[in-house]
T-cell receptor
């Protein structure tokens, strides 16, 4: 158990819908990362937050957004869902803005039908 | 931008065989290097990491990796694999600067036959 908690574990939704994935980082960790893992794209970095502020953006679509709240949990919002958004979404955390080791949660499986 | 190449997409070995998985990266600056393992249906787990110092690092479950700076490589090794090592293995690079973005390779699926 990495200490990073993600909900829901599985989610099935229809195209055009909007979903929110939630992540609670390890106790004391201020940095949260979001990654998308799909068969065709592999593991893609989406976005990084540190202590509520966005630090870096990767291959995140405009239809996707994220935020980190004062209690440090983070949410990834996916809207206008398409079939191609079906993937495993991982959250990860580390201790500081420049933490060296990133620990991953178990992921949220999103299936868009 | 940094990138990571894992040349072996699928490796099949018999139990007790030795393992070496290749990883090459491209980045001009100082990097931190990682190997993660993903067992079927599970999350990514850290196997080992290299930040500085001895280029031969030992991780969990008998795995080790060697950082060769001149070759931009960080190959993963295990002298004798077990059936339970069947998993997908990801090499990852993090720039040691302020961005701290972790970039993954495409992964190597290891299948160990009993």
């Amino acid at each position: 158990d990495s200490g990073v908690t993600q909900t829901p574990k599985h989610l099935i939704t229809a195209t055009g819908q909007r979903v929110t994935l939630r992540c609670s980082p390890r106790s004391g960790d201020l940095s949260v990362y979001w990654y998308q893992q799909s068969l065709d794209q592999g593991l893609q970095f989406l976005i990084h937050y540190y202590n509520g502020e966005e630090r870096a953006k990767g291959n995140i679509l405009e239809r996707f957004s994220a935020q980190q709240f004062p209690d440090l949990h983070s949410e990834l919002n996916l809207s206008s869902l398409e079939l191609g958004d079906s993937a495993l979404y991982f959250c990860a955390s580390t201790e500081g803005p420049s933490g060296n080791t990133i620990y991953f949660g178990e992921g949220s499986w999103l299936t868009v039908v | 931008a940094q990138s990571v190449s894992q040349h072996n997409h699928h490796v099949i070995l018999s139990e007790a065989a030795s393992l070496e998985l290749g990883c090459n990266y491209s980045y001009g600056g100082t990097v931190n290097l990682f190997w993660y393992v993903q067992y079927p249906g599970q999350h990514l787990q850290l196997l080992l990491k290299y930040f500085s110092g001895d280029p031969l690092v030992k991780g969990i479950k008998g795995f080790e990796a060697e950082f060769i700076k001149s070759k931009f490589s960080f190959n993963l090794r295990k002298p004798s694999v077990q059936w339970s090592d069947t998993a997908e293995y990801f090499c990852a690079v993090m720039d040691a600067g302020s961005a701290r973005q972790l970039t993954f390779g495409s992964g190597t699926q290891l299948t160990v036959l009993p």
